[in-house]
């Protein structure tokens, strides 16, 4: 890891956000925004019924804030929605292959993204007033849980997204998958139990975003204690074999040909 | 004049189906959110038959309309015309003889046409296959959903062209823009039908013209049992497309006399 670097490019972020300083506060207001219409969802439903499959709204909302905290991470380090586009299509990857530092960390650090911060601070304050609202009684066990389980959850998200854009090595052109995957993470936010046997089996062992929400959240609402402590390890598996793709994808890459 | 505007709906129609693979990807993932809504609210209702004014199965056929109308209706033509504008190409249209806005209007019509081929048709046959949905067989109820969809298509755009306008006085509107999809995803009754929301919410929301693009149309061929009257969803959408005439007229009149053109 090159600090330096990694702060000339963060200070080059900065200088760009601030060209449009209303923009930027602009889309810090709406991410929180995007947030409580989601919410407003389930605010709306536990006004018609009490309890949904035995989850209290304080609940939801919990899992529902820590959903948040490991993505926010993960996307501030990856900003790489339009990769095929940008770098496979128009052919850019030749100059980031011609950078001395790692392939990944480059991509990465050329499209930070700070600002998703944000989310992670508005996970955090919805986490800590259901908790309080719960009575959730916090133990130092809690916060190594909760660091393992946002690490994890890092992992999980770096490794399905690296596949994902390691694909486009192969295909030489935008597959429309990646969108799809983002909606399917979705499903993460809430209780299993409202999903059918297949979508379970899917979101558990398959594309496992039940790992990034509501199963760690589980170990800190009292309701799964074992869950949260696989999430590194699946973290783990699915990042060995995505950079293994990706490896083989780099190697095939022929440029754009202009 | 006419026939200039049908040949910019001719050509965006055309180069939607050139990037057809797309639309496959879109139905999935349109099924996908479809999923997520119906799942959610299969746990809300639990062993209640009905909530508020519907019943799950209602429900279930409401979202899946919903959904689908939404991938007529939905368009970028906020984010094409901040692109326009900032590059500068927009002064290159002002020049030409054709109303600009009528322009955008047009390419999205073409587009909403590709959308309703390959997109909502299909959509709605395995929406249909995937989940308990009972649409009715009543071809007058269709021809009637049809009209309102197109309204919703008008409503939906001149609230996109009225966000783009922004881009005169804001220069970077990203953040808008994604606000503007929320709020028009949850008012227009997309995620929650406007009957579930509690009273004073409520109260707001039929003030306002989000209503008028999904939940009217969506609860007319959902077959929901309140006063909702054809005639009711034509005249509260035709009222709404009259009532954002004016200020997306006068914005376009006066951010025009704003333009200045970055680096073009």
């Known amino acids: 890891m090159r600090f330096d670097l990694f702060f000339e490019y963060f200070r080059i972020y900065i200088q760009t956000r601030m060209m449009y300083r209303i923009d930027f506060w602009v889309e810090i207001v709406t991410d929180m925004m995007f947030q409580m219409v989601n919410l407003a969802v389930i605010v709306v439903a536990y006004k018609l019924t009490p309890t949904i499959l035995g989850w209290s709204q304080a609940e939801l909302f919990f899992v529902y804030g820590f959903f948040m905290v490991p993505y926010s991470f993960f996307t501030t380090f990856f900003n790489l929605w339009n990769f095929a586009d940008r770098y496979i299509v128009k052919g850019e990857f030749d100059r980031v292959l011609t950078r001395p530092m790692n392939s990944i960390v480059q991509l990465s650090f050329e499209n930070l993204d700070p600002s998703s911060l944000a989310g992670a601070v508005t996970g955090v304050v919805i986490m800590y007033f259901s908790a309080q609202t719960i009575g959730i009684q916090w133990q130092l066990l809690d916060l190594v849980a909760f660091f393992v389980s946002v690490v994890g959850g890092i992992l999980i998200y770096a490794g399905i997204y690296l596949f994902m854009i390691s694909l486009s090595f192969f295909t030489d052109a935008q597959t429309g998958i990646m969108p799809l995957i983002w909606n399917i993470q979705n499903y993460g936010k809430f209780p299993m139990d409202i999903y059918n046997k297949m979508i379970r089996v899917l979101l558990t062992w398959v594309v496992p975003f039940a790992f990034v929400g509501v199963y760690p959240a589980a170990f800190f609402l009292r309701r799964d204690g074992l869950s949260l402590w696989l999430t590194p390890v699946i973290g783990l598996i699915i990042l060995s074999i995505a950079l293994v793709i990706w490896r083989f994808g780099e190697r095939s890459y022929r440029g754009a040909g202009s | 004049m006419w026939g200039a505007y049908g040949e910019l709906i001719r050509l965006r129609f055309l180069i939607m189906l050139t990037y057809r693979v797309n639309y496959y990807s879109g139905i999935v993932i349109y099924a996908i959110n479809i999923g997520a809504n119906y799942f959610l609210w299969k746990a809300i209702y ?219």
């Open chain 2, 46 to 264: 639990g062993s209640n038959t009905q909530l508020a004014d519907m019943t799950i199965a209602q429900m279930t056929t409401y979202l899946a309309i919903a959904w689908m109308a939404r991938s007529f209706y939905f368009n970028n033509l906020d984010r094409e015309m901040s692109t326009e504008i900032r590059d500068g190409s927009l002064a290159i249209q002002m020049v030409r003889p054709y109303n600009y806005l009528m322009v955008k209007m047009m390419q999205g019509f073409g587009e909403g046409l590709s959308r309703f081929v390959l997109f909502s048709v299909p959509g709605m046959i395995v929406a249909s296959l995937l989940f308990p949905v009972q649409l009715t067989k009543d071809p007058l109820h269709w021809v009637f959903f049809l009209g309102m969809v197109f309204l919703s298509f008008l409503l939906n755009s001149m609230i996109n062209l009225i966000a783009g306008l922004m881009t005169f006085y804001l220069e970077q509107i990203e953040g808008l823009l994604r606000l503007k999809r929320v709020i028009v995803d949850l008012f227009s009754g997309l995620l929650v039908p406007l009957s579930f929301f509690p009273g004073a919410a409520k109260s707001v929301l039929e003030w306002l013209p989000f209503q008028a693009i999904t939940y009217l149309p969506a609860s007319y061929l959902a077959g929901k049992t309140i006063n909702v009257s054809a005639g009711h969803v034509f005249l509260v959408q035709l009222l709404w497309v009259t009532g954002l005439m004016v200020p997306l007229v006068w914005i376009w009149h006066s951010a025009r006399q704003r333009l200045f053109v970055q680096g073009g």
